[in-house]
């Protein structure tokens, strides 16, 4: 099991970003897949998830209505789009698949002005 995060970088306030999470090695629409991020100082915590076969999301309550969390099973890919970005949302954000426990190595992503 291997998962693979990319779109991470500097941005505004109020900006958007998207960041995909490239996974292989099992049968990518039956898990859950999830987002968590971690910033300096902090413990990581979840962002978002989806579930496997049912595709349900569930945010932190700090970024609903906000992030978008999806699935393009036809690429093995979970996306996370991020609108109206604000400085606490700095932080690394890693990709989570709980069933097999695989991390991927995280991307930056920096808000600031």
Known sequence: VKV?????????????LRLSCAASGF???????SWFRQAPGKERELVA???????????VDSVKGRFTISRDSAKNT????MSYLKPED???????????GSWGQGTQVTVSS
């Open 4 to 16: 693979v995060e990319s779109g991470g970088g500097l941005v505004q306030p109020g900006g958007s």
């Open 27 to 33: 049968t990518f629409s039956s898990y859950d897949m």
């Open 49 to 59: 998830m989806i579930s496997g076969g049912n595709d349900r999301t569930k945010y």
């Open 78 to 81: 979970v996306v996370l789009l």
């Open 90 to 100: 700095t932080a690394v954000y890693y990709c989570y698949v709980p069933t097999f």
